[in-house]
């Protein structure tokens, strides 16, 4: 899992000292964990804001509450704190956030993330596109966002029916259906 050294927990202790608020804490995560725009964070964690599947890693003057569908993607990561002229800065480095890792146990929305992002998204990075997952809408539905040349085009269903639909229904049976939010009014970017 994740290691803050010496001079992160330090920083963190000061930084959690000046909240004035008992027994805060942090919480680590990652916001589109296994996708190319996969974000380290560390947030403020007030007692309560924790969540029940975060495991706990217990430091001298605080505690870490990380967030357990990160944990594949925090291994070998590293939070450190370098002292410079300006004051410092506190760094994430997570080698492994950005790549994608399915098991039995993966959300529906890992898997849908995960064929846009490996599958998907290359063959639309052509014509300067991508596409996106918005949310899974009841249970079954996965809701898209086209962008990039893909907004705007003329051909963007024919994409999104014969292409991308095609490519999750057939890979993930638990979909029922795809559709797109995208506002295509906007054509300034579109391939065609």
């Given at each position: 899992?994740?290691?803050?050294?010496?001079?992160?927990?330090?920083?963190?202790?000061?930084?959690?000292?000046?909240q004035e608020v008992e027994g805060i804490s942090v919480r680590i995560?990652?916001?589109d964990a296994g996708t190319p725009r996969a974000e380290t964070c560390i947030s403020f964690c007030r007692p309560g804001e924790e969540k029940g599947d975060d495991k706990v890693k217990e430091y001298d003057s605080f505690k870490a509450f990380v967030e357990e569908k990160s944990i594949p993607f925090l291994?070998?990561?590293?939070?450190?704190?370098?002292?410079?002229?300006?004051g410092g800065q506190l760094t994430i480095k997570a080698p492994n956030s950005r790549l994608p890792k399915l098991t039995d146990d993966s959300t529906l929305e890992d898997r849908v993330n995960y064929v846009l992002y490996?599958?998907?998204?290359?063959?639309?990075?052509?014509?300067?596109?991508?596409?996106?997952?918005?949310?899974i809408f009841e249970e079954s539905v996965a809701i898209l966002r086209f962008g990039g040349?893909?907004?705007g085009c003329g051909m963007v269903d024919v994409t999104l029916k014969d292409g991308v639909?095609?490519?999750l229904l057939?890979?993930?049976?638990?979909?029922?259906?795809?559709?797109?939010?995208?506002?295509?009014?906007?054509?300034?970017?579109?391939?065609y």
């Open positions: 899992m994740i290691n803050i050294t010496e001079s992160a927990q330090a920083y963190l202790t000061d930084l959690l000292k000046k995560f990652i916001l291994e070998d990561a590293v939070v450190d704190f370098q002292k410079d002229s300006m490996n599958e998907v998204n290359p063959g639309l990075a052509a014509h300067g596109g991508h596409v996106s997952l918005e949310e040349g893909c907004q639909e095609k490519t057939s890979q993930i049976p638990q979909l029922t259906e795809v559709r797109d939010v995208t506002d295509h009014s906007i054509t300034e970017n579109a391939y």
